[in-house]
Nanobody, 126 residues
Framework: QVQLVESGGGSVQAGGSLRLSCTVS????????MAWFRQAPGKEREGVAVFYTASRYIAYSDSTKGRFTISQDNPKSTLYLLMNSLKPEDTAMYYCAADFQNSGISHFATRRYKYWGQGTQVTVSS
């Protein structure tokens, strides 16, 4: 019943910005962790950023650190990803992921998350 829906993707030129949103429904409580992943054609899905709800701990991938900002609207559990200084290599389908439980699995491992959205496409051209 839990559903994650991404929005905010689109086409932008290199150096531009986009803000992605992940709307949550069907959840009776806060997720322990929420994250953004992305997958480009011919590549494996990779973690972008993770947000731990209670502690507000944040981690970024090396490729996006300093350019992307993850945040959460706690009352609604809406997750955001502000992407600045976009590069063509950022082109990918971006997915929202979440889980209610703590885990020893790496926060950038796809198998760590139970719930996934359908994705929103981001295309960066230059």
């Amino acid at each position: 019943q839990v559903q994650l829906v991404e929005s905010g993707g689109g086409s932008v030129q290199a150096g531009g910005s986009l803000r992605l949103s992940c709307t949550v429904s069907g959840s009776s409580g806060d997720f322990y962790a929420m994250a953004w992943f992305r997958q480009a054609p011919g590549k494996e899905r990779e973690g972008v950023a993770v947000f731990y709800t209670a502690s507000r701990y944040i981690a970024y991938s090396d490729s996006t650190k300093g350019r992307f900002t993850i945040s959460q609207d706690n009352p609604k559990s809406t997750l955001y990803l502000l992407m600045n200084s976009l590069k063509p290599e950022d082109t990918a389908m971006y997915y929202c992921a979440a889980d209610f439980q703590n885990s020893g699995i790496s926060h950038f491992a796809t198998r760590r998350y139970k719930y996934w959205g359908q994705g929103t496409q981001v295309t960066v051209s230059s």
